[in-house]
């Protein structure tokens, strides 16, 4: 998701409506956004704000998250999106989500040639949590949910919006996981140079879950979105 205007109607800034092409939403979608809802809503109840934070998840089984550093730097969410990107490169990954919090405004659609309110200014926005998850096949998934608050404005809950759940979103955190066809043995090694350099000792423990051994196939360890990703 971006900082960028939003284009819908109801949908949070960088946020779109997609194409009916678009491949199957994988089996475990439900499992993954179940996970990333419980560690959201502890997150949010406990301390009353959620990081922007990827969920990795690899083909070797393992799963991490990696939380955005020097929020407060100009191109920290550029830089942070550039990262997990040269991770997927590095190593083989099965998904990638990302939970964040985000404005969300509910407006009618613009006369032609005006563009549409950009809803972090506007009085009337929503709080929400946003959940997307792109796998390696290409399919997509989000959820959104409100936020919920007590009278003192202490945070309650996240109620799930399920009608918002085909929203798409675009941006600096979409295609996060480089098209199968172009990785090669060449670039996956150059990559992990990199990662080396930009997340050192951190990229060791990344290549060391992705080069061990694979579980066993009837072991829950063996389906990632049974790891809870704290």
């Excluded at 942070?80 to 998904?95: G, K, S």
């Amino acid at each position: 998701m971006s900082n960028d205007r939003s284009t819908n109607v109801k949908t949070p800034e960088g946020a779109s409506r997609p194409d009916d092409d678009r491949p199957p939403t994988p089996p475990d979608a439900g499992s993954v956004h179940a996970d990333l809802c419980e560690v959201a809503r502890g997150l949010m109840t406990q301390y009353g704000n959620l990081d922007l934070c990827a969920h990795v998840c690899l083909e070797s089984g393992a799963s991490f998250p990696i939380l955005l550093q020097n929020c407060g730097e100009p191109d920290a969410r550029e830089a942070f999106a550039d990262r997990i990107r040269l991770l997927t490169m590095a190593v083989p990954t099965r998904y990638v989500a990302i939970s964040m919090e985000a404005w969300m405004l509910a407006v009618d659609e613009p006369p032609h040639g005006e563009p549409p309110p950009i809803p972090s200014q506007s009085d009337r926005r929503e709080e929400v949590v946003v959940l997307t998850c792109e796998w390696s096949g290409g399919a997509t998934a989000s959820w959104i949910h409100a936020i919920e608050r007590d009278e003192n404005g202490d945070v309650v809950g996240l109620r799930h919006r399920d009608d918002l759940d085909s929203t798409q979103f675009d941006g600096r955190f979409a295609n996060l996981l480089p098209p199968p066809e172009m990785m090669t043995e060449g670039i996956r090694g150059t990559a992990r140079i990199a990662l080396r350099q930009a997340m050192c000792p951190v990229a060791e423990e990344i290549f060391k879950a992705a080069d061990g051994p694979r579980p066993d196939p009837g072991s829950s360890a063996a389906d990632p979105t049974h790891r809870r990703m704290h």
